[in-house]
């Protein structure tokens, strides 16, 4: 098997409910792949298959043997009131070493945080430290469940620049969901678009451009992903602003 993950003929089911049905795709090693789709789609159904939370009702997901997954969650709910510095955050459930957790908080690009206490950290701090987190283990395969949830944009686009770098850097494969459509397809090497099935799939011009897509989503996404991917054959200036594209596109 050359995929890491790989979803065959999957359908998964509440209470009798199907919510997703002929699901088939494949992550392969250093791949970023998205999960797009309208609410109540069944994404965050997949990811909890994928990751084997959720027993399939037809079907089934084969990993490849030895596969190390880092889980990014949406969000984490911390007792206000319980003094938690992110150096101990970062080693719970297991000990690290403070050169592993300063290593990962730098990966995750957060460096000279770990004394800080995890209630005093901004919504784009809390979850780069839950990615630092999903990359102590040093994963072959990262699964972020809408990550930049409560981000505004510019934050989540720097959180999704973050999550390019890391591919970059380790050269692990990515799957995640999102809502930051036009962000996150840029950041995507394919797209699945969700709609109780795959209803389109492929790179993010392809799936922009097909008519189930626009169906869902309108026919916006594809001019922000083209502002977005602009060449840079010119400057910005000493001050680039990255996030320009981005928000010029709102
Ligand atoms: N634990 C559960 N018990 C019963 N039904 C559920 C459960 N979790 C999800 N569902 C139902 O399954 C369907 C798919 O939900 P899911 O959360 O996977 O969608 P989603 O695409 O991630 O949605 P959103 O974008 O709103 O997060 C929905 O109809 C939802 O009500």
Not at 47 to 64: C, E, K, N, W
Not at 126 to 152: H, M, S, Y
Not at 174 to 181: A, I, Q, T
């Amino acid at each position: 098997m050359n995929a890491l993950l790989e979803a065959r003929d999957l359908a998964l089911a509440y209470h009798g409910r199907t919510v997703l049905h002929d699901v088939s795709f494949g992550i392969s090693p250093g791949e970023i792949v998205t999960i797009v789709g309208p609410n109540g789609s069944g994404k965050s159904s997949l990811i909890r298959a994928m990751i084997g939370a959720l027993v399939p009702a037809q079907g089934h997901v084969t990993r490849r043997p030895g596969l190390k997954i880092g889980y990014v969650p949406q969000s984490l709910a911390i007792d206000a009131t319980l003094p938690l510095s992110v150096a101990r955050f970062l080693n719970l459930p297991r000990r690290m070493t403070s050169a592993k957790i300063t290593h990962a908080l730098s990966e995750a690009g957060l460096p000279d945080l770990a004394r800080q206490q995890m209630t005093d950290l901004s919504g784009g701090q809390f979850q780069r430290v839950l990615l630092a987190r999903a990359l102590l283990n040093e994963p072959d395969l990262l699964i972020l469940d809408e990550p930049t949830q409560g981000l505004d944009q510019p934050g989540s686009a720097q959180f999704y620049r973050q999550i390019e770098a890391v591919r970059r850097d380790k050269g692990c494969a990515v799957l995640m969901v999102s809502h930051d459509l036009h962000v996150v397809m840029a950041a995507s090497d394919r797209v699945l678009c969700l709609n109780g099935h795959i209803c389109c799939e492929g790179t993010p011009e392809i799936v922009a451009s097909a008519p189930e897509y626009r169906a869902l989503f309108g026919t916006g996404t594809q001019g922000t992903l083209a502002l977005y991917r602009h060449e840079h054959t010119h400057s910005h200036g000493p001050e680039c602003d990255h996030d320009a594209p981005q928000r010029a596109a709102e």
